[in-house]
């Protein structure tokens, strides 16, 4: 459990760790990337605060900043930029000016005051500039480049309408007299995040001992929740008193056929006995998450159809843990758990128990993997980088599932379930293959039921 005594103002601002140098990872970070540019190129960094868009609704989230620019600043706050200029190895960071009357309403924030050396003592980054001068910077340096050169600029050719992408035409407006390109930094940058640093596995390994002692802790006092409400609430609190952030996502609480809806968000029904019960859930510590799923009986005990789909379900993950290793990609080896279920199926309930089974989806329901960074769901959006091939220090998903209606005949008696299970673990890449981070948080039918005796 993490100590959360932290006096400094900007907690949230600047996401900071008590366990390494936060300053010196983020330096590393914008070195590493410096390395692979071959001309200067402008990070921008959310422009707004979620909500300030409309004018009847203001909401304010703890982790609100672009991932691409907390990864290299680690800044959690609205209106800033990065310039990264491998010519003459410059970091300039351009932030919002000082705003004293803002502060009052809502907290310390990072400004540009004339004289003053807040902001690069907090950040670790010199030369700190007012954001209105950001253009004029980028067009005196473009001004330097050579005839038919070229700035980056972090964005995603296949995907438009984001900040990122309005930033790039606000760019080329201004680089048009110039006569200079814009280039897209996006390969570049991910080539370098999506390998996690030893200081962000420490982070995400800390979620997942968060994860497991809150999971665990609802496994024995599972008697007492009455509704998917009540349950949720438990599991957040338990996450959330352990960690110094937030969750990683809203957590999925979705009792018997409400799991067959794949992002149930209402979360409002009761839980029945006899029932399962499906959680997706998760926790953030620095900029890391956990992100599981378990699936359990509502009252403890599995009966037979559940137990043989679950079983099926969990048998799936080790099968799929088999192709997991350096070298091959996620799109590669994507459809080895769904293939080994619908084999399954027609083994073990329609001939083993005389069952049938009528599913939700044509044989793949989602993804089994997706990466986990600085985003619950890491990669490239549009493609979540599905195409890179697995190599040390990344950190996927591994989440298997099945939907639908199913029937069998076990032990004399007939059972009919619209149920849906999910089992999902985070596999951490190794040179010789992968670590299951999350193999101490309950799965298997015995160990459940165990601890749900309470």
């Known amino acids: 459990m993490r100590s959360k005594s932290n006096f400094n103002p900007y907690s949230q601002v600047f996401i900071s760790s008590p366990l390494y140098d936060s300053k010196n990872l983020y330096k590393k970070r914008r070195k590493a990337m410096l390395k692979e540019l071959d001309s200067f190129c402008v990070f921008a960094g959310i422009p707004m605060d979620p909500g300030t868009e409309e004018a009847y609704v203001q909401i304010w989230n703890k982790m609100v900043q672009e991932p691409a620019f907390m990864y290299l600043t680690g800044i959690n706050q609205a209106g800033c930029y990065l310039l990264l200029d ?13 705003d004293p009357f803002k502060e009052f309403w809502n907290g310390k924030r990072l400004g540009f005051l004339e004289g003053d050396k807040e902001v690069a003592r907090v950040t670790g980054i010199k030369d700190v500039r007012p954001v209105d001068e950001l253009m004029d910077t980028v067009v005196a340096r473009a001004k330097k480049l050579p005839k038919g050169g070229y700035a980056y600029a972090y964005y995603f050719e296949k995907f438009k309408e984001d900040h990122n992408d309005r930033f790039r035409h606000q760019l080329l407006k201004a680089l048009k007299p110039t006569g200079i390109k814009l280039k897209s930094a996006a390969a570049l940058h991910w080539s370098l995040r999506l390998p996690l640093e030893p200081e962000r596995i420490m982070d995400a390994e800390a979620a997942q001992a968060v994860t497991n002692n809150a999971f665990r802790t609802v496994l024995a006092e599972m008697k007492a929740f009455k509704t998917e409400r009540e349950l949720g609430l438990k599991l957040d609190y338990e996450m959330q008193r352990e960690s110094d952030g937030d969750l990683a996502f809203p957590t999925i609480v979705a009792g018997g056929a409400n799991a067959c809806c794949l992002h149930y968000v209402k979360k409002d029904e009761p839980l029945k006995a006899g029932e399962l019960v499906l959680l997706d859930f998760g926790i953030r510590i620095g900029s890391l998450h956990s992100d599981l799923s378990r699936t359990i009986p509502v009252n403890g005990k599995f009966n037979p159809l559940q137990k043989l789909l679950y079983q099926i379900v969990l048998d799936s993950q080790v099968e799929y843990q088999k192709h997991v290793r350096p070298g091959v990609s996620l799109k590669e080896i994507g459809m080895v758990p769904w293939d080994y279920i619908m084999q399954e199926l027609e083994s073990r309930l329609v001939k083993g128990a005389k069952g049938s089974y009528k599913l939700l989806y044509d044989k793949r329901p989602h993804g089994v993997s997706h990466f986990i960074g600085e985003q619950i769901h890491e990669g490239e959006p549009g493609t979540r980088s599905l195409d890179t091939v697995l190599k040390p220090g990344m950190l996927i998903s591994c989440e298997p599932g099945l939907y639908g209606e199913f029937k069998a005949t076990l032990g004399g008696k007939t059972y009919r379930e619209k149920i849906g299970i999910r089992i999902e673990d985070d596999l951490l890449i190794t040179k010789d293959g992968f670590r299951n981070i999350s193999e101490d948080i ?13």
């Not at 039918?445 to 749900?452: A, G, W």
């Open 442 to 454: 309950p799965k298997t039918v015995d160990d459940l039921e165990q601890l749900m005796k309470g």
């Open 86 to 98: 491998p010519r003459t190895d410059e970091e300039i960071l351009f932030v919002p000016p000082k």
